[in-house]
């Protein structure tokens, strides 16, 4: 409970260390915040407060009252318009059985907002590097200031950064649409073996993504038949009524009614006595706001959340894209016009460093990014440098002219002229 009250009242200017993007932490972080928010109000409300007052006749004394009180809370109420006939104890009712459980359906909502976020953390401790700690390695990086720490933090960030890309295999990166479409589609049946073609991360990624609108959705759907079908169109209809001020269709709002009626049996000497209460449910005037903000906010949050999963696939689809976007961060021109870029984007980087790199310009900043980029850079060069060393060794001790001398010296031509 202490860790939801630290996460409820930290500082909206305090960013949480996370590897994700904006979008990420919407649904697991602000979201899942205000409906611990709504729980917490809810259950002060319902569980401190008055949670239900029943009208009761004359004769009751306060006992009575306290007992038809504490009954019609525990045992449901109906709704029944104003302007209809009590119906018969025969008839069937219009019971409400939900709003007593509502904090609980809160906080089960904010668990469930959490969940695509507890997969994404524990399948990318699996990729062999832990992404949070370059996150907060970065951090560190970026608040030393250039002291003289920073470069202690910078090369811990490419040491981690450069293990992780070189310890996979390559790829033939003249691959074409559908042969990519084709590993895309095996490494989502099967992320463990997308480790192989360099985007593991990025397929568990989108996978997260897809989970994000796959539990709002639900939540949607859950919620309507909850609510007796009456969700699909809660919010509108309460927006409606507030924007005409129309008190009428607010009072009679059947799905978080502020009057109920309660019916109840009480035993005087022998005798079983019915009794048609009528009781109001104060704790519904703010429940009906929740959930009429909350359906807002699922839709936009929804909506954001299926245009940012296609940007993301746009990022896997697209070389196009994904070149664009490294060259805008290599400022220096002899680097964009080595003939090493591609190989150094699609067969060393790949998708995985791409997301990497991504994710850490969200969280940091565009000069941040343009700084590892830099020293990865010559890692990756320096890489091609030593196996072309050990190529020219084995070439000279064949007794055969070292063919690829002119190639390595290009490469240190590369790393030169930076």
């Known amino acids: 409970m202490q860790k939801l009250m630290r996460l409820a009242t930290r500082s909206p200017n305090v960013q949480p260390k996370r590897f994700d993007d904006a979008i990420d932490r919407l649904n697991h972080y602000y979201t899942l915040i205000i409906l611990i928010l709504f729980a917490f109000i809810v259950t002060m409300h319902s569980y401190v407060g008055k949670s239900i007052i029943c009208w009761a006749p004359k004769h009751f004394t306060k006992s009575h009252i306290l007992y038809s009180n504490s009954y019609c809370w525990v045992r449901n109420t109906y709704f029944l318009n104003f302007m209809d006939p009590i119906p018969q104890r025969d008839e069937p009712k219009d019971y409400i059985l939900y709003y007593q459980w ?14 695509p976020n507890v997969f994404w953390r524990t399948m990318n401790s699996k990729a062999g590097v832990d992404c949070d700690d370059i996150l907060q390695t970065t951090y560190n990086y970026v608040e ?21 890309l070189t310890k996979s295999k390559k790829i033939d ?33 989108i996978l997260t993504k897809v989970l994000y609108i796959i539990n709002i959705t639900v939540q949607i759907l859950v919620l309507n038949q909850l609510f007796s079908n009456k969700y699909n169109l809660f919010g509108w209809d309460m927006l409606n009524a507030m924007i005409s001020n129309d008190e009428t269709t607010v009072f009679n709002n059947s799905t978080f009614p502020r009057v109920t009626m309660c019916d109840i049996k009480i035993r005087r000497l022998g005798n079983v006595q019915d009794y048609t209460l009528q009781c109001v449910l104060p704790v519904n005037l703010y429940t009906e706001k929740m959930y009429a903000f909350l359906y807002f906010w699922f839709f936009i949050v929804v909506f954001m959340d299926v245009v940012n999963l296609m940007v993301w696939l746009g990022v896997g689809f697209s070389k196009k894209d994904r070149y664009r976007y490294i060259t805008n961060h290599l400022k220096d021109a002899s680097i964009k016009k080595s003939v090493h870029v591609k190989e150094f984007i699609f067969g060393y980087l790949r998708l995985d460093g791409i997301l990497l790199l991504k994710l850490i310009g969200h969280n940091t900043s ?3 990014v343009n700084i590892i980029l830099q020293g990865l850079w010559k890692k990756f060069m320096f890489s091609k440098i030593n196996t072309f060393n050990k190529k020219d060794e084995k070439t000279e001790n064949q007794n055969l002219a070292p063919a690829s001398l002119t190639e390595n010296e290009k490469l240190i031509n590369d790393i030169v002229s930076e």
């Open 102 to 115: 509502i904090p609980f359906i809160f906080m089960g909502q904010a668990m469930l907002f959490n969940i």
């Open 144 to 164: 030393s200031n250039k002291t003289s720490k920073s470069e202690k933090y910078l090369n811990l960030i490419l040491t981690q950064t450069d293990r992780f």
């Open 173 to 205: 990166v003249t691959k074409g649409f559908i042969e990519k479409f084709r590993k895309m589609v095996l490494s989502t049946c099967n992320p463990f073996s997308s480790k192989s073609y360099g985007h593991y991360l990025f397929t568990i990624y």
């Open 366 to 368: 565009s000069l941040t």
